[in-house]
């Protein structure tokens, strides 16, 4: 495998016409990704093989015949294109002296750069090493920060087989399988070290040592390297510590954790960087902490005076609302993994243990990574307001001898670059300001999307529903074949949704407490509403749940059983295997998304955020990032989307489902459906295209991941623990 990615950037330079070497380069850099210029590039060569590469430009490239890119090479429109896109990423490579960190955080430099630790990340459809949510911001925070020139590398970990590939029975019970990475066909460059063999890292568990090798990814101007232990010198069950993420083993998760923390900064050492700033995304990375302490300690200072001086170099954000959901790992196995480490910290066993200790999660069975990352980090915050304060209460009172760090809150913003589509970034560009992407915090600047004509941008939302639709249609199809369904239903498959109807879409991972079901909680009132024949609704849903989450299994089973209704089978459907790709073209082609939380356990809820930028309207509960965006009129209802139930939670949480749901059904059938179906003209609803312009104006100057960035840099990077924010209660 190493043989075939070592000549992988060789084989696609003596493949390609010299005059096409560039396309080479675009495809070892993500940069490509969310770049209008740089994916249309590619699709342009063959449309329906770059459809069935699942917009994967390496694989794309190989099979293209040398005939076809002969042909190519001899085009003087596409030779100009592809000189233009080529300038553009050098531009922007090259430009790192005049960007926004540049002067804002000349301290931090490239060699020494923030280190952002996270267990998953999300970058693109073609690299399967983020489950959902966290992963898709880790993504969006490593190009927002390439974008503004913020020096910057990642650490995760390279998962040989991903998460999971859904596939629903005929009983639509969720099936998980675990096909291997093509690796050969991925942007990654392996690491090696200055005599050009394979780098390659240890760190011990138990009584073995384990060898990590590590891979590059480039994404702009940043850098992302991914950890693997796939190494034939490693014993069987090391060479599997990596293959699949979010494993259910306490031996895996905190083998792989220590693979992250630990070897991630060993990496770093080894590639002669020192870090500025350890962000840690999530407590899976916590044990990146005890590395750099180690590492202090070594050189001859004592554990207390290093606890300080790594406090000042690490930052934590945490997502997680429920307690139950922080990881800790129970005390034995600590003791087993960490025999020969804490004497390494100057510690004894006891005050090793004691670093993850905490009142919350008991203290004498159980080692909290979350109390770990809080003790010795100069700062923390929640995802969204809301989410800051429901940390804060979660983790007071705390233990008084060791006082965690303060949690703040910065909430999550989404790149603009890779979720807008680029048909509706044209019309920013046409009629708000050509590089509007470097302008999205200025709020003044989004005033201007009224003067864009309505017939415009219903035309270009309608276009990508219209996208949206045919994925529908074609993934259905494919879903139908493959479970071997009779002619008819595949048949069916066609003429499923229609273009004119109000389009819903709601898609996340699956849990019990984000009650994707809500909306079948009275099946009567959601059948009124959803066969209406003068004014109908169709629905989207889309998502996985954990392999050992049997409950919310069932949620999409039923779900499924909604799907065959003889009334509803052409009004709703269930997407299999949600990814990247399928969340894009729901995000840009859905009228309405629906988000259904039991509050206040929404972290943050970027998806909608993602809508907003393509003119997509919510409807949520007040959870997370929309209780700070949610905007009421004077008469009381929504300016730019709507709120389902009231801004508060009660204790019994069946009653609260009862009245969110009642509180749904009474916005859809008097507010929701007749706005849409209220046309000036036939094809024209002011009204709802009112909305959709509040939204983005509301929604894109604040919910960006360019103004995320600036704010870390800012309130946890820059920040001293002294001025960091405190705790409220």
Partial sequence: MVELLQSLASRLTTKLPSNLDSLGQLALNFWWSWTPEGVAIFRDIDATAWEQSQHNPIQFLSTLSEEKLAQLATQPAYLERLRAVATKFDSYMQSSHSTWAKQAAPEITPQQPVAYFSVEFGLHQTLHIYAGGLGILAGDHLKSASDLGLPIVGVGLLYRQGYFQQQLDASGWQQETYPEQELETLPLELVRDSSGEPLKIKVTMCDRSVKLQAWRVRVGRANLYLLDTGLEDNQKRDRQITNRLYQADDNVRIAQEMVLGIGGVRLLQHLG?????????????????????????????????????????CVFTTHTPVLAGHQTFPVDLMTEYFSNYWQQLGLTKEEFLALGGSE????????????????????????????GEVNRQMWSPHPQEIEPAPIGAITNGIHAGTWTAPSISEL??????????????????????????????????QQLKEDLIAHVRTWVKQTRQRRGEDPQAIEECDRLFDPNVLTIGLARRFSSYKRGDLIFRDPQRALQILSNPAQP?????????????????????????????????????????????????LVQGVDLWLNTPLRPQEASGTSGQKVCFNGGINCSILDGWWREAYQQGTDGKGVNGWAIGEDCSLDDSEVQAQKDAESLYDLLTREIVPLFYDRTSPELPARWIAMMKASIKTAIPRFNTDRMVMEYVHQMYLSTADNAAPIVL
């Fill in 360 to 387: 919350q999660q008991d203290t004498k069975e159980k080692f909290s990574m979350t109390a770990l990352a809080l003790r010795l980090s100069k700062a923390a915050n929640g995802v969204s307001q809301l989410n």
């Fill in 537 to 585: 609704v169709q629905i989207i849903f889309a998502g996985k749940a954990h392999p050992a989450d049997d409950k919310s299994k069932q949620i999409i089973q039923n779900l499924i059983e909604w799907t065959r209704r003889p009334e509803l089978h052409q009004r709703i459907v269930f997407l299999e295997d949600y990814d990247f790709l399928t969340a894009k073209k």
């Fill in 428 to 461: 920013y560009a046409q009629y708000l300001d050509r590089d509007w992407t470097k302008r999205m915090s200025d709020r003044l600047l989004w005033d201007k999307v009224d003067e864009i004509p309505n017939p415009e941008i219903w035309q270009r939302h």
């Fill in 273 to 313: 960087l020192d870090p500025k700033i350890y962000h840690l995304n999530e407590s899976n990375a916590a044990f990146t902490l005890l590395e750099v302490a180690r590492q202090s300690v070594h050189r001859g200072e004592p554990f207390e005076q290093v606890k300080s001086a790594v406090q000042q170099r």
